[in-house]
């Protein structure tokens, strides 16, 4: 902890205690600005989030995701070897029982490059889907309608985790409740639609968190109505309602 503890102008040890009290007294979405102060106080504060991430090491919330991104942009030696050895992977732990390896769009996500993550995500959906769906590079309805719950629950974990919760399918699944089910009031909402006319691919999206809610994953192709019906019914999201 000592290297840590260095004069620092910009905060102070009372300061950043009182943080890390908070810290660990709220909900991961209240948790959020609290790692944002924490990670603008300097190393002081960068030190707490190094504790946080590794007390919640196996167990990711988007709070966790927050405090790697955070920690990602420092350059002291405990943070960068911490972060290596602890985290090479990323802090979401990738279960066995996946059908495809999706590592690459954690690496991706890791790195807040949200338009290769979504491209990614519609290769790992395709791959999923198996060979012909990798030949032609979309989704029938019917291929999404058999996806392995693990998978796709995956999937949304690792978009929520490093979206700060902004996104990830059931993100978009709780937008489109919240307007009754309605596509022509969905596409709005998230930025997929605008005055009557589809965003275009890719340069009118948004591939940061200044995006709306629900924004990504794209994957282009989830923008049809039967692909998006199967995917926001699919089993996957019954347990977590």
Known sequence: MSSFIANNPRSSSA????????LQELTPSKQIPIIHQ???AGELGDHVLMGFLLQHEGRPTIATGCAYHALATTTATEVVTVLRDRFPNGVVPLPQDCQVDYSAVQQALMQQAYEDADRLTLLKLCELAGSTAI???WLYFTEVAQFPVADLRILDTLWSVYSEGKFGFAKQREI???VGKNWERLWPKIAWKKENLWTRYPKGFIWDLTAPEGHL?????LRGVR???SLMNHPAWEQTD
């Open 15 to 22: 300061s950043v205690d009182a943080l890390s009290a908070q």
């Open 38 to 40: 924490l990670h603008a």
């Open 135 to 137: 030949q032609r590079k």
């Open 176 to 178: 489109w409740l919240g």
């Open 217 to 221: 994953p794209l994957s282009n192709q």
């Open 227 to 229: 692909v998006m019906d």
